[in-house]
């Protein structure tokens, strides 16, 4: 996820810029948009994903990124 943080860096994106992943997989990309957002951006995602594994990663992972900055064991540190 650093490298994508590097990278939305470096695209000097504008602020109400739409990002679209294709390949969601584990949703870095929506994960690093989310914290973007938390810059006080406004990007929007679009997360594609046909695997079966969507359920169990991609939406948990958006669900958990929504939710808290910092896990640990897969507990939330703080709510914000």
């Known amino acids: 996820m650093q490298f994508l943080k590097k990278v939305f860096e470096v695209a000097n994106f504008p602020k109400n810029a739409i990002v679209l992943d294709y390949f969601a997989g584990s949703a870095s990309t929506g994960h ?8 006080h951006l406004n990007m929007k995602s679009i997360l594609v994903e046909m695997g079966e594994y969507f ?18 064991n897969g507990k939330p540190v703080s709510r914000n």
Do not use: G, H, P
């Not at 690093?32 to 810059?39: A, G, H, K, T």
């Open 32 to 39: 690093c948009v989310i914290d973007q957002n938390r810059l």
């Open 55 to 72: 359920e169990e990663r991609t939406k948990r992972r958006m669900e958990n990124a929504i939710y808290s900055t910092s896990w640990n």
